[in-house]
């Protein structure tokens, strides 16, 4: 199979790219750096098609939708498409000629939801700009695929992470290294509320597992969307006393208002924790069990313990 991977280089693409290669397809990837950022270089790299390109700046130039209109493939995965605008160029670039178009959106187009956990088929309630352009190309592509059979598939990630790149942090952001720190030496972390807003990690190489299902499962795939998550969703205070107890501590933990969170934080974490407790995500994989085989390797719990081995490991964190 000939796959076109566009942004195959990030925490997804990183992980994705070596398992199609080493399924013996023949994969071009579009990336303005030709390297691999999260995985190691020599598995499979070596093999790629590298296609070198802004596409912000492609796209602007008019350049982009030339240059995608001359790839022939069979399959084409786009994991960095922001916008409405940017989706339909690539649809007219490949519209009629491929077997299979898979879309990477998030769980961020969901919005908080009224029943849990979160199915695929519930309404779309986006609360930022951002799931709001995934939910626009998600509608887009399914009324192709229903008005004309454009064979697209959607998939929705949950927070993505991986061994060297940090999960969103037990307090609900991304403040790097300082939460890990504080846990693991017994410092006070503050908690919004009573801690119970939820968080729905996935490892990079399992939402790249549903990418190759989805493909090697067309017939069940095409027209769908799919959540891809670890096994389940896990509360801010749980995670809290995980993460401690990964250093036999028991969490020192302060509960305050979320408001009042604002105080103990920096401003853009605050922002950040607020939009996570907002939308407070729980959500179902059933229906990719179901039709795809997915089968995640990795829980929440494993997902943090790959991640502060390496932030150990690297020296990036110090606790004694």
């Known amino acids: 199979m000939k796959i076109l991977v566009i942004g195959g280089t990030g925490t997804l693409g990183s992980h994705l790219v070596p398992r199609l290669v080493l399924g013996g ?21 070596s093999q790629v098609n590298w296609i070198n390109v802004d ?3 492609a796209t602007a130039s008019g350049d982009w939708a030339k240059l995608m209109a001359k790839i022939e493939v069979d399959v084409v995965m786009d994991l ?38 979160y199915e695929e088929h519930f309404p779309r309630k ?23 059979g454009f064979p697209a598939t959607v998939i929705h990630p949950g927070h993505i992470c991986a061994r060297k790149v940090l999960p969103i942090d037990p307090q609900g952001s991304r403040d790097g290294v300082g939460v890990y720190e504080k846990l693991a030496t ?14 729905c990690h996935v490892h990079g190489d399992d939402v790249a597992q549903m990418f190759e299902l989805a493909m090697n499962h067309r017939e069940q795939a095409v027209g769908e969307s799919f959540s891809a998550v670890a096994p389940y969703a896990m509360s801010l205070l749980e995670l ?14 302060a509960f305050v208002p979320l408001d009042d969170l604002a105080q103990h934080v920096s401003e853009q974490s605050f922002g950040i924790i607020r939009e996570h407790v907002t939308m407070s995500l729980c959500v179902s994989i059933e229906k990719a069990k179901r039709l795809l085989g997915y089968a995640p390797r990795f829980t929440t719990e494993q997902i943090f313990v790959e991640a502060i081995d390496y932030l150990l490991e690297s020296g990036t964190l110090k606790v004694g």
């Open 25 to 45: 397809h023949d994969v071009s990837v579009v990336s303005r750096n030709p390297v691999p950022y999260y995985t190691n270089p020599d598995i499979g790299w």
């Open 55 to 57: 596409r912000a700046e």
């Open 80 to 117: 960095l498409c922001y916008t409405g605008e940017a989706n339909s160029i690539i649809y007219e670039a490949f519209k009629g000629r491929v077997q299979h178009f898979i879309n990477c959106g998030t769980i961020w187009a969901y919005g908080p939801s009224k029943h849990t956990p």
């Open 126 to 148: 986006p609360i930022c700009g951002y799931g709001q352009g995934k939910v626009d190309i998600e509608t887009f592509l399914m009324a192709k695929y229903r008005e004309e």
């Open 186 to 199: 017994g410092k006070p972390v503050h908690l919004p509320d009573l801690g119970l807003a939820t968080l």
């Open 240 to 253: 809290t006393r995980f993460v401690a107890g990964i250093f036999g501590k028991e969490p020192n933990l």
